[in-house]
Each structure stands twice: as structure tokens, then as C-alpha cells.
């Protein structure tokens, strides 16, 4: 049979079940894993229609989805909060108000699950009227001016006793800016988790449907990053260490991954990417209408993002992939 004298046979590393996972280089676990979870003033849970599979949480539901994640082996939630109309305004000033949505969800999940790590994301998109992550000054986003009120969010987050502080707004400055005002409160224990890279993407368009957050005139281009950059990205991480991030981000996740291992290579800071709504979607819809098999493409998604050089991932699939794991 063995006609051919191959010096070498790369499948015999290949043959078995148990030789695979002996050379297995990348592996994934639940703990590597975010969760990102919507809430809403509302007490009922509301399923949503822009992003099937996932849910806008009341309190309550928030909590005991949030104990389920952590049963399952997940660490760490992210919270994103759906805001009432009557709640914004031009300058997101619900963004810091001590008794919030937010602050609420936090302390509900610390005194329920004090061992989950509670992600807040630092934004004003959310609390404003103009749909923006800054303030919109004259058809422009201001970005000195916006620090001040990033910086507020981030002081009352913590406050509340948020464990990471996740600034995705992409303003200038404003790692720096919200280190300082966490250390003048008192909060250096309190870590951030920068969005470095964070790309004007078209798969974030689900996420704005569940929170009603998209801008009302214009586009993020002038602070988020042009998706055909890298050498941009790096330079934005250089900024964000230098300025005290304590983890840096890729967002979105798989349509990046270049952009990933550049990033890992550049810094020695842990690194985090976000598989996003729309990426989800791509997944789970295919799965929906029986083209894809939803468990293997998720978690071949996952590992990809691992192998890239990603430390951990925020991503929808976390609880179902840690059950799955
Ligand atoms: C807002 C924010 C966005 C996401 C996370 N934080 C949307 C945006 O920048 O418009 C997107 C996440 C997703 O699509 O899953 N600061």
C-alpha cells in the first residue's frame, strides 16, 4: 500500500481524536469569554426582534441570566443599557446619574453573583438625543467636551462598583482622562478595558435596533476608525497604554482579525475582541434557515478569534458556547 517514501506526514499528527487534542494550539474556554446583556427600565423581559436569540432584560431577568452565565463558567458581563426617550438629551447627562439604569444593574448583579465581573461600557450614544458617543456641538462631535461627561459616567460606574471601565466612544484623550478622574475618586483598583480599534462598521446595525441608539443625522466616521486602516490602530494602542489602559480591544471581531494580530505582536497588554451584533446575526440567521450548523460555526468563529491572538472574547454566543464547551 505504502508505495511512496514521504519524509514526512503531517496527518500523522492528525489520525486520532486524542493526537489532535495533544497539538492542539489554540483552545477555548468559557472563562476567555464576555457577555454582553441589554437592559431596559422595564421589569418584564422583552426578546429581541433585531437580534434573535438575545434578550433586553428587566432587573430581575438581568440577574438571574447573569447567574446562569456564571454557573456555566463565564466571568466577566458587559452591560448595555436601552434608555427611555424621555431620558435623553442633547448633553447624555442621565449617562452619569447615580441612580440609573446602570448603577441599579450593577449593584443587582454584585449583591446577587458577587464573584461575576461587572464590564460597563463608557459611551454616551445610549443617553443622548443626537444618537452620538460624543456630545454633537454645531453638526460636530466635540470631543473636549465630552471627556468631562465621560469621565463623570465612568466615576459613577465605579462608584456603583463596576469592576472594568469599557470606554467605546473614541474620543481623544479619554483613557487618560478617565484613569485620572478614577484615581481622584478613589477607584485605582478599578481597571480599563479600552476600545482601541474600534472600526465604523455596518455590523453594529442590530445592536443600534435593540437600543434605539443610532444617530439621528450623520455618521460615526469622525471618531470611529476607517475599516480600511491598521497602521492606524496600532498607533491608537500606542496612545492607549500610554495613557494607562490596562486591556486593550478589537471591534468589531472576525472581519479583523488582521488587525488583531497586529495588535498582539505590538503590545504586551491583554487583548479582548468583540464578536458583534452583526457578526452574530450572520451566524445565527444562517443557522436559522438551516445552512449553517450553528455549534461548529460558532465555535470555529471563537477559535479563529482565540488564534488570531485575542485573550477573551464579548460576544452573544458566550452563554450558549460555554454550555456547549
Ligand atoms: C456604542 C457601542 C456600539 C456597540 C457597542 N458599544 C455601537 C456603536 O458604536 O454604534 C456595538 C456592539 C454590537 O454591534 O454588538 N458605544
Given at each position: 500500500?505504502?508505495?511512496?517514501?514521504?519524509?514526512?506526514r503531517?496527518?500523522?499528527?492528525?489520525?486520532?481524536?486524542?493526537?489532535?487534542?495533544?497539538?492542539r494550539?489554540?483552545r477555548?474556554?468559557?472563562?476567555?469569554?464576555?457577555?454582553?446583556?441589554?437592559?431596559?427600565?422595564?421589569?418584564k423581559?422583552?426578546?429581541l426582534?433585531?437580534?434573535?436569540?438575545?434578550?433586553?432584560?428587566?432587573?430581575?431577568?438581568?440577574?438571574?441570566e447573569?447567574?446562569?452565565?456564571?454557573?456555566?463558567?463565564?466571568?466577566?458581563?458587559?452591560?448595555?443599557?436601552?434608555?427611555?426617550?424621555?431620558?435623553?438629551?442633547?448633553?447624555?447627562?442621565?449617562?452619569?446619574?447615580?441612580?440609573?439604569?446602570?448603577?441599579?444593574?450593577?449593584?443587582?448583579?454584585?449583591?446577587?453573583?458577587?464573584?461575576?465581573?461587572?464590564?460597563?461600557?463608557?459611551?454616551?450614544?445610549?443617553?443622548?438625543?443626537?444618537?452620538?458617543?460624543?456630545?454633537?456641538?454645531?453638526?460636530?462631535?466635540?470631543?473636549?467636551?465630552?471627556?468631562?461627561?465621560?469621565?463623570?459616567?465612568?466615576?459613577m460606574?465605579?462608584?456603583?462598583?463596576?469592576?472594568?471601565?469599557?470606554?467605546s466612544?473614541?474620543?481623544?484623550?479619554?483613557?487618560?482622562?478617565?484613569?485620572?478622574?478614577?484615581d481622584?475618586?478613589?477607584?485605582?483598583?478599578?481597571?480599563?478595558?479600552?476600545?482601541?480599534?474600534?472600526?465604523?462598521?455596518a455590523?453594529?446595525?442590530?445592536?443600534?435596533?435593540?437600543?434605539?441608539?443610532?444617530?439621528?443625522?450623520?455618521?460615526?466616521?469622525?471618531?470611529?476608525?476607517?475599516p480600511a486602516?491598521?497602521?492606524?490602530?496600532?498607533r491608537?494602542?500606542?496612545?492607549?497604554?500610554?495613557?494607562?489602559?490596562?486591556?486593550?480591544?478589537?471591534k468589531?471581531?472576525?472581519?479583523?482579525?488582521?488587525?488583531?494580530?497586529?495588535?498582539?505582536?505590538?503590545?504586551?497588554?491583554?487583548?479582548?475582541?468583540?464578536?458583534?451584533?452583526?457578526?452574530y446575526?450572520?451566524?445565527?440567521?444562517?443557522?436559522?434557515?438551516?445552512?449553517?450548523?450553528?455549534?461548529?460555526?460558532?465555535?470555529?468563529?471563537?477559535?479563529?478569534?482565540?488564534?488570531?491572538?485575542?485573550?477573551?472574547?464579548?460576544?452573544?454566543?458566550?452563554?450558549?458556547?460555554?454550555?456547549?464547551?
Amino acid at each position: 500500500m505504502n508505495e511512496y517514501e514521504l519524509p514526512i506526514r503531517p496527518r500523522r499528527n492528525r489520525r486520532t481524536a486524542a493526537i489532535r487534542a495533544l497539538v492542539r494550539e489554540t483552545r477555548l474556554s468559557p472563562a476567555q469569554l464576555i457577555y454582553p446583556l441589554f437592559v431596559h427600565e422595564d421589569a418584564k423581559d422583552t426578546p429581541l426582534d433585531s437580534l434573535p436569540g438575545q434578550t433586553r432584560w428587566g432587573l430581575d431577568g438581568l440577574v438571574t441570566e447573569a447567574a446562569r452565565a456564571n454557573r456555566l463558567g463565564i466571568h466577566a458581563v458587559v452591560l448595555f443599557p436601552k434608555v427611555p426617550d424621555g431620558k435623553k438629551n442633547p448633553t447624555g447627562n442621565e449617562a452619569f446619574n447615580p441612580d440609573g439604569l446602570i448603577p441599579r444593574a450593577i449593584k443587582a448583579i454584585k449583591q446577587a453573583v458577587p464573584g461575576l465581573t461587572v464590564i460597563t461600557d463608557v459611551a454616551l450614544d445610549p443617553y443622548n438625543s443626537d444618537g452620538h458617543d460624543g456630545i454633537v456641538r454645531e453638526g460636530v462631535i466635540a470631543n473636549d467636551l465630552t471627556l468631562g461627561v465621560l469621565c463623570q459616567q465612568a466615576v459613577m460606574q465605579a462608584r456603583a462598583g463596576a469592576d472594568i471601565i469599557a470606554p467605546s466612544d473614541m474620543m481623544d484623550g479619554r483613557v487618560g482622562a478617565i484613569r485620572d478622574a478614577l484615581d481622584d475618586d478613589g477607584h485605582q483598583d478599578v481597571a480599563i478595558l479600552s476600545y482601541t480599534a474600534k472600526y465604523a462598521s455596518a455590523f453594529y446595525g442590530p445592536f443600534r435596533g435593540a437600543l434605539d441608539s443610532a444617530p439621528k443625522a450623520g455618521d460615526k466616521q469622525t471618531y470611529q476608525m476607517d475599516p480600511a486602516n491598521i497602521r492606524e490602530a496600532l498607533r491608537e494602542a500606542m496612545l492607549d497604554e500610554s495613557e494607562g489602559a490596562d486591556m486593550l480591544m478589537v471591534k468589531p471581531a472576525g472581519p479583523y482579525l488582521d488587525v488583531i494580530a497586529g495588535l498582539r505582536a505590538a503590545t504586551d497588554l491583554p487583548l479582548a475582541a468583540y464578536q458583534v451584533s452583526g457578526e452574530y446575526l450572520m451566524i445565527r440567521a444562517a443557522a436559522q434557515s438551516g445552512w449553517l450548523d450553528e455549534r461548529a460555526a460558532v465555535l470555529e468563529s471563537l477559535t479563529g478569534i482565540r488564534r488570531a491572538g485575542a485573550d477573551m472574547i464579548l460576544t452573544y454566543f458566550a452563554a450558549q458556547a460555554a454550555e456547549w464547551l
